[in-house]
């Protein structure tokens, strides 16, 4: 049976990996738990992770300098979401997506265009708004070289080349490349 390792250093269990093989041990032969030290955290316990100046994720090959983000960056491997709206529930691995989605309640809009003026909540939407004013076209389709402003009217574009209709109308059978499509057919043909 295998048991559940943790390192009193990296703060961490380790439970796919049997105690022995998580663990070292530093050589002294009366050593007890407290000085066992998991193999990521290596001879400097007080760095956390650190090789070289950077910490490792522990379930892939991502690495960075700052602790703060390889512990966000590993709740995507173990799905925790720690961060709860209290307006509406909804959970967040990361409190600034907490902070970002809050916009959506209190209806703030920090970023805006200086050309239209329009504000938006999210900087990436302000980016993209911008692409109207300049004409600038990054996303080109490899089969028919149609130009796209926004990378997720490409990726759809694209679709339509494979063949790929992923999203079905439950009403009436009727299939689509994105979500917003089957949104609008919804409330075109069904409401």
């Not at 911008?130 to 028919?144: A, F, L």
């Not at 759809?156 to 949104?183: D, I, M, Q």
Request: with cysteine.
């Amino acid at each position: 049976m295998q048991e559940m390792a943790h390192c009193c250093f990296a703060e961490r269990v380790l439970p796919t990996v049997p105690v022995e093989a998580a663990f070292r041990d530093d050589g002294d032969s009366e050593s007890d738990s407290s000085s066992l030290k998991c193999e990521l955290v290596g001879s400097q316990p007080t760095t956390r992770q650190r090789y070289e100046g950077t910490y490792h994720c522990e379930f892939c090959p991502y690495f960075t300098r700052h602790l703060r983000r390889v512990i966000e960056h590993e709740r995507t491997h173990t799905g925790e979401k720690p961060f709860r709206c209290s307006l509406c529930g909804r959970p967040f691995a990361e409190a600034s997506h907490l902070r970002v989605h809050m916009r959506t309640h209190t209806g703030e809009k920090p970023f805006s265009c200086e050309v239209c003026h329009k504000a938006f909540a999210r900087p990436y939407v302000l980016m993209n708004h911008k692409r109207v004013h300049t004409g600038e076209k990054p996303y080109q389709c490899g089969t028919c070289k149609k130009e796209f402003t926004r990378r997720y009217g490409w990726l759809h574009h694209e679709r339509t080349h494979r063949g790929e209709w992923p999203y079905k109308c439950e009403a009436c059978g009727k299939t689509f490349n994105c979500t917003v499509n089957l949104s609008m057919h919804r409330k075109k043909k069904h409401e």
